[in-house]
């Protein structure tokens, strides 16, 4: 038997770039936080939030973010 379509939350996949040179792709930030007057500047604070989550998982420190760009298919 078929699934029923459920509700689904859309997200839009960044690329991002840290200070030490290193890149992680596909970084998934909700799109009901982008848009508006400030375009992608939100993803920057999901990332952080994110990068400082599993940072505390690991012990690591989380590494600065230089730049974010979105993924490309």
């Known amino acids: 038997m078929a699934r029923k379509p459920g509700t689904r939350a859309e997200f839009v996949l960044f690329d991002v770039f840290y200070e ?4 992680r792709s596909n970084r998934r930030v909700p799109s009901s936080v982008l848009g508006g007057l400030d375009g992608d500047e939100p993803a920057r604070a999901v990332v952080e939030a994110q990068d400082q989550d599993i940072a505390e998982k690991s012990g690591m420190p989380a590494i600065p973010i230089k730049s974010l760009r979105r993924a490309t298919k």
């Open 20 to 23: 030490d040179g290193s890149q």
